[in-house]
């Protein structure tokens, strides 16, 4: 089978591009597409506990701390102890941060628009649908149980 024959081959491809746009719109602001997508996955009036933000991105914990103490040095982002459970720490957005995300969202949202005018709507639901079966496939987590010999 070729690559390009391959499903994981197009996600791929795709995701690479996204992201390489993302950077560098990102960078034009002296920032990175991680450092948006954290920004725009912390609630703007309540904030967002640290341990919930590296699983919406999937990021590891040590990519995760490293990130948000960037962040925090940057002047973006600061951390609350959480007043209901002193345990947890809330991490809220500075007003640098809360423009950075208003910039992100932008991004996004004008990609998003960019796609919607060249794909119809039917299209984009039957990629949807697409894209979901394949994550259902994969949390099933039953590709590789057979033992290859």
């Known amino acids: 089978m070729k690559r390009e024959e391959t499903v994981d081959y197009h996600i791929r491809s795709a995701w690479l591009a996204i992201s390489r746009m993302y950077n560098q719109q990102a960078a034009r602001y002296n920032a990175t597409m991680a450092i948006g997508f954290v920004l725009l996955n912390i609630d703007v009036d309540e904030g967002t506990p640290a341990t919930k933000i590296g699983p919406l991105m999937g990021l590891e914990p040590r990519s995760l701390t490293r ?15 959480d007043e209901s459970d002193k345990r947890s720490v809330r991490i809220f ?23 919607r ?30 033992t290859y010999s």
């Open 117 to 146: 005018e060249e794909i119809p709507q039917e299209k984009l639901n039957v990629f949807f649908d697409v894209i979901q079966n394949i994550n259902k496939i994969i949390e099933r987590n039953t590709i590789y149980e057979q």
């Open 67 to 81: 990130l948000l103490k960037s962040l925090e040095e940057q002047g973006a982002i600061y951390r609350k102890v």
């Open 93 to 115: 957005l500075t007003e640098e941060g809360r423009k950075g995300r208003e910039r992100s969202k932008e991004i996004v949202l004008r990609f998003n628009e960019a796609v």
